[in-house]
C-alpha cells in the first residue's frame, strides 16, 4: 500500500528558531493535506494543497508541494512554545477513497 | 457544540471484555472515519463509512466491528479484547470522501488490562 513517510521524526527548537518537516510519497498524489496534533490532543486539520508546486501561508507557517506532486513540506518561522506538537502529512492518491497519514514530526520548542 | 464527540473519552477493561465507542457528527458531513492511533503515534484507518455504507475496512481483527445507524453516527464494537487494542482510536469526518479535511474527535484512550 502507499506510505507517506515524514522526516524528521523529532525535532527539538530553541524559541524564535524556525523548523522545517518534510514529506515524501514514492507516488504522485492527487492532494496532500497538514494536520497538528497537540500533545493530549487529536489531529486538528491546517490546509490542504491541491496543485503542483502550490505554496500558501498560514501566519509564520508556509506549505508547499512538489512541482511532481510526490512531497511536500511545512516550514515554521520564528517557532514559537505553542507551536509545540506533532505535525502530520496526509495524502489521498485519488484511487481509493482513503486518507493516509504520513509518520509525523514532532516538535518540541523551548525557550 | 462540539462538532464530533466520543465517548467515552476513557476506557481501562479487561482482556477478553466487550467494549463500544460511541461517536456523532453535527456537521452534516457523509463520510464518518474510524482510525487508530498507537503508542508511537502512527494514526491508521480502521474504518470508512460514507451515508451509512461501508467503504473501507482496512486489515481489522474482524472482533472490530463498526455499525453506522446513520449518516451522523459511527459506533465502534470490538469483542474479545486483547492487550494489543490498547490505542486511542479517533473518529472523524469529512464532507467528502478523502479529498477534504478531516474533523475529530478529541479520542477514546482504550487501556486493557
Known amino acids: 500500500g502507499q506510505q507517506v513517510m515524514q522526516i524528521p521524526q523529532y525535532q527539538h527548537v530553541q524559541e524564535g528558531e524556525d523548523f522545517t518537516t518534510y514529506c515524501n510519497s514514492s507516488?504522485?498524489?492527487?492532494?496532500i493535506q497538514w494536520y497538528k496534533q497537540r500533545p493530549g490532543g487529536h489531529p486538528v486539520f491546517l490546509i490542504q494543497?491541491?496543485?503542483?508546486?502550490e505554496v500558501k501561508k498560514q501566519k509564520r507557517l508556509t506549505f508547499q508541494f512538489g512541482e511532481a506532486k510526490k512531497n511536500s513540506s511545512l516550514h515554521i518561522t520564528a517557532t514559537q512554545t505553542t507551536d509545540v506538537g506533532t505535525y502530520f502529512c496526509?495524502?489521498?492518491?485519488?484511487?481509493?477513497?482513503?486518507?493516509?497519514f504520513g509518520t509525523g514530526t514532532r516538535l518540541q520548542v523551548t525557550l | 457544540d462540539t462538532a464530533v464527540s466520543q465517548t467515552p473519552k476513557y476506557l481501562v477493561t479487561q482482556m477478553g471484555n466487550d467494549k463500544s465507542i460511541k461517536c456523532e457528527q453535527n456537521?452534516?458531513?457523509?463520510?464518518m472515519y474510524w482510525y487508530k492511533q498507537d503508542s508511537k503515534k502512527f494514526l491508521k484507518i480502521m474504518f470508512s463509512?460514507?451515508?451509512?455504507?461501508?467503504?473501507i475496512n482496512e486489515t481489522v481483527p474482524n472482533r472490530f466491528s463498526p455499525k453506522s445507524p446513520d449518516k451522523a453516527h459511527l459506533n465502534l464494537h470490538i469483542n474479545s479484547l486483547e492487550l494489543g487494542d490498547s490505542a486511542v482510536y479517533f473518529c472523524?469526518?469529512?464532507?467528502?470522501?478523502?479529498?477534504?479535511?478531516?474533523?475529530f474527535g478529541s479520542g477514546t484512550r482504550l487501556t486493557v488490562v
Open positions: 456537521l452534516g458531513h457523509d463520510t
Open positions: 496526509a495524502a489521498n492518491t485519488g484511487t481509493a477513497s482513503k486518507l493516509t
Open positions: 463509512y460514507n451515508n451509512k455504507e461501508l467503504i
Open positions: 507516488t504522485t498524489l492527487s492532494n
Open positions: 472523524a469526518s469529512s464532507q467528502v470522501s478523502g479529498k477534504s479535511g478531516y474533523t
Open positions: 494543497l491541491v496543485k503542483s508546486g
